[in-house]
């Protein structure tokens, strides 16, 4: 499985970004997928997750209502679009995906990483 983000930079306060994570080795079908971001001198953190069938969404409190998470199958893709970006939200921006079902979190859980992308939101 190889998962290979891009769409990270350099954005204002209130800005926008759309991250995608291109996924290839397997049909993911089954799969959750998931962004995590992790800042410096922090813990990575689970930012939003999706079933790849049936696209249900979970998202972490401090995105809600900001970032929405999406996927299209044709070009097995993950999409994270993220609106009135903070400068807390400034981070390193993972993708990862684990096999089956399941409502977990933690990045232990899951099985395969992108190389992340930097997200920086300053003015």
């Known amino acids: 499985v190889q998962l290979v983000e891009s769409g990270g930079g350099l954005v204002q306060p209130g800005g926008s970004l759309r991250l995608s994570c291109s996924a290839s080795?397997?049909?993911?079908?089954?799969?959750?997928m998931a962004w995590f971001r992790q800042a410096p001198g922090k813990e990575r953190a689970f930012v939003a997750r999706i079933r790849w069938s049936g696209g249900i969404t979970y998202y972490a409190d401090s995105v809600k209502g900001r970032f929405t998470i999406s996927r299209d199958n044709a070009k097995n893709t993950v999409y994270l679009q993220m609106n009135s970006l903070k400068p807390e939200d400034t981070a390193v921006y993972y993708c990862a995906a684990r096999p089956g079902y399941s409502g977990v979190t933690t990045p232990e859980s899951y099985n395969y990483w992108g190389q992340g992308t930097q997200v920086t939101v300053s003015s």
């Open positions: 080795g397997r049909t993911f079908s089954s799969y959750t």
